[in-house]
Structure formats: C-alpha cells, structure tokens
C-alpha cells in the first residue's frame, strides 16, 4: 500500500507541477512507518514524524501590515465550511473573493493543457502549499474534485463557500453552488464541527457551537488521537439523532481525513516542539472563534492564522502518502470511521453496504485496506460518482469536460497503481438510505 501511495502522489504532482521530476519527488518523501503506529502514540505531524525546525523556511508572516495581514471578508466574499480555506482567503493566500477566475493564472508555474480549466485548481494549491506546506499533490488533487463537483468547469472557477454566476460558456444549467452545498458529493454528516445538513435546514457550512463545545472541551491540547475520538462521537451522535444520517463512498471518507487534518495542518511548531502542538487559543483562531472561557462566540467567515504560527516544515510536506496512511490508522483505531451507509429514515437504524456490493466484487470489507485496494477504491468511486452528481447541473459539455479533467488526473495514477478496474457500480445499493438522495440547495 505504501509503494502505491507514492506513486499516487507523485502522479498528481507531475502532472499539476511538470517540472517536478520523479526524482526530485524521491528525494523529498519519506516513507510512513510499517507497521503503521497506535493513533495513541502519534505525534501531530502524523505518520512520519518532523525531524527539523527551521524558523525561516516554517514561519508564515501574517502580521500587520504585511503581505498576508488578515483582512475580514466583505458581503460579497465566499466563506465555506472549510476553516482551512477561509483563514487562506483571509490572509490572501487564495483570492479574497473567495472565488477564482482566468485571471489568476499569471501567478501558476506550468505549461498544461488544461491551464484555463485549472486555474482556480492551482491558485488554491499554491495558496494552500504556502499557508499549510500542503503538497502540491494533495492541494491539487483536493482542488480538482473541488471544481469538478462544485465548480463551473469551462468557466475555470469554484466558490470555497456559497454559489456564485457561472461563466456564459453553456457548461452549466444552474449557478454553480460551491462547497458550502456539495452535501453527499465533497461534504458529508458527522462532521467535526459543522452540522448534518437534515439537521440544519441545509446548512452543512456554518459552525454549530454544541459541536466545537465537544471538541474544545475533550482537552486542553489537540492531538490526532484526541480528534479521531471527538470523529468518532460525532459520527455517533449523528446515527442516534439523524435519521437521514449518510456516509457516501467517496465524501464519507472526506470527513475522517477532515478530522485529522486540523492537527495536521493547523499545529503550530517550534525548536521545542518539532511535532507541533495544537491548544485552545489556536483552536480558536483558526475556528473564528473568539471571547472569554465564559462566554466564547462564532463569527462566521473571520477564521485567522494566528501571530508567531510556524507550519509544518517543508521537508516534511503534508501529502496524500500521509493522508492515506493516517487514515488507515483511523480505520484501524475506530472501524466505523470508514464505513458506507446510513440510517434507513429512522435514528439508530444504521446498515452498513459492503464495497463489495457496489464495486461487483472488485473491492470488500475484507481487502479494502490490503495493498493500494484503499487508494484504487477512493479514486475509481468518485469517478463513477460524478456523472450522477452532476446530473442535472450541468450540460452535456460540462460533463464530459469534467469527466475529462478528472480522468486526465485520476487515470495514470490508477495505471501507475496497477488497480483492478471497478466496471460495475452499483448505486443502488443505496436506494435504502433516504440521506442519500438528500441534496439541499441555496
């Protein structure tokens, strides 16, 4: 499984990054540990541990006055439900706007021939490769099912928040809704801490205080062992009150790497704490929450990276080899964590689907986490995925560009990984699930 998650990494960063050769790729990944650790002894800079700080290469200077001061968004900014992306947009890392157009694409380094389709793609993993030490495999790979699934494709553009006018290039039959509702295609139920989108009248985007209080109250520091328990109470919580709670194959897995993310990305590291840590004031910050112990308030959109905060280090970038690894460790520590399914219309009535039952046999319980089986599973499932997601939003154009674009990226890697090809999908497998069908819109 190791070997091919490096070459699902380095597929993704060739083809975003030409000039990144193979070998310059191999110099610069580590190899995660075998066996993977305990999620109990797991530092925050997860699975291969950060051996260096450097002061330099991992400050990221947002006081103000600089470059990347915080500036709050305005009424027209996007703001999602991903506190990632809106402290990036806060500090300029990615546009302000909180969308991309073609005009970004003088600050991107390639020569592609995708490059006006993949401009907001690699303006945010530039953005994001700075901010957090992303690697440009993992930001691009994220970014390009971002706009395949909730942007407008021809137009080049997605919304890190709310829908936004499409291009007038005939790709799209409605306004493009960006990720604040892509509910069951990128964002799922049992988040860490927005809410289930049946649970809140459709809004899977806005920070819902009990949640974050769950969090924020289970310790003082944030590991990846305290986030994977907090996941597993949330998922909890959302099968005993959720009776449309749903966990799709592809965003269901989103979710778990979502949770360990925030220590990943978010601790703050230091020549005493090479690891990094991740305590309540930087919680907080990144959270847009703010006020006394008593009395702490969410106000929506103002997410911030915090004065004196140190990010990952470069030699130890934040990639899908990581992502990958860490989230065998989370199925390891918590099985259910991963599973497919939801509950059939009434709370506690969880039925689990076995990915046998919707790959033909190709992939099962039993081999999902043997050899690159994880990995071959999450890539060919969002492929058979989007033609039903997209459905009705977009033209005939628009899907086969987007289908397109997402083989261009997906379909080396599955050659380089040498996966068994999934023929079958078997949607109906979820035609149980009330949730499933559950799409809110603006």
């Known amino acids: 499984m190791i070997t091919a998650l490096l070459v699902l990494a380095l597929s993704f960063t060739v083809s975003a990054y030409p000039g990144m050769s193979e070998g310059n790729l191999n110099a610069r990944q580590a190899v995660p540990p075998v066996p993977l650790p305990l999620s109990q002894n797991e530092g925050n800079c997860g699975i291969i541990p950060c051996t260096t700080f450097n002061a330099a290469d991992q400050l990221v200077d947002v006081r103000p006055g600089t470059l990347h001061q915080f500036v709050a968004p305005g ?3 996007k703001r999602g439900p991903c506190p990632g992306l809106n402290a990036a947009a806060n500090h300029g890392f990615v546009p302000h706007s909180g969308i ?12 592609h021939h995708c490059i006006l389709r993949l401009t907001f793609v690699l303006a945010v993993t530039d953005g994001i490769v700075k901010a957090f030490n992303f690697s440009p495999a993992l930001a ?41 509702f892509s509910h069951n295609a990128y964002e799922t139920d049992g988040s860490m801490t927005r809410g289930d989108a049946y649970m809140t009248n459709g809004d899977a985007y806005s920070l819902q205080m009990d949640r974050f209080m769950a ?21 909890d ?45 930087i919680l907080k910050s990144f959270f847009s929450i703010s006020g006394p112990e008593s009395a702490l308030v969410y106000t929506p959109g103002h997410e911030r990276i915090p004065l004196n905060w140190y990010r990952r280090p470069t030699n130890n970038q934040l990639g899908i080899v990581n992502g990958f690894a860490d989230l065998g460790v989370t199925a390891t520590r918590f099985p259910d964590l991963i599973s497919i399914g939801g509950n059939t219309g009434t709370v506690n009535s969880f039925v689990g689907v076995n990915p046998a039952d919707i790959s033909g046999g190709i992939f099962n319980a039993a081999n999902l986490l043997q050899g690159n089986n994880l990995a071959c599973f999450s890539l060919q499932i969002i492929q058979a995925e989007t033609p039903s997601l997209l459905t009705g939003l977009v033209s005939a ?16 890697t599955m050659s380089s990984l040498g ?12 035609a149980q699930f009330p949730g499933s069908g559950y799409h809110p819109h603006s």
């Open 100 to 111: 991309a157009t073609v005009a970004q694409r003088e600050i991107l380094i390639l020569d």
């Open 215 to 235: 969090l924020y109250n289970r310790s003082e520091l944030y590991t990846l062992d305290i986030v994977r328990q907090h996941n597993k109470a949330m998922r």
């Open 140 to 180: 691009t790979a994220l970014s390009t099912i971002g706009l395949v699934l909730t942007g407008d494709v021809l137009g080049g553009t997605w919304s890190i928040g709310g829908p936004y006018p499409g291009s007038l290039l005939g790709s799209l039959l409605s306004s493009p809704e960006g990720l604040s």
């Open 75 to 77: 009424s027209s900014d």
């Open 419 to 430: 996966c068994p090809t999934m023929n079958t999908f078997n949607s109906g497998a979820f």
């Open 397 to 412: 154009l628009g899907l086969s560009t987007a289908i397109s674009l997402l083989n261009n990226v997906i379909n080396p």
């Open 237 to 281: 919580w959302s099968v005993q009150n959720n009776p449309y709670y749903f966990s799709a194959p592809f965003a269901g897995l989103v979710t778990p790497i979502a949770h360990t993310l925030v220590p990943l990305a978010f601790s703050n590291h230091s020549a005493s704490n090479i690891q990094g840590y991740l305590d309540r004031s």
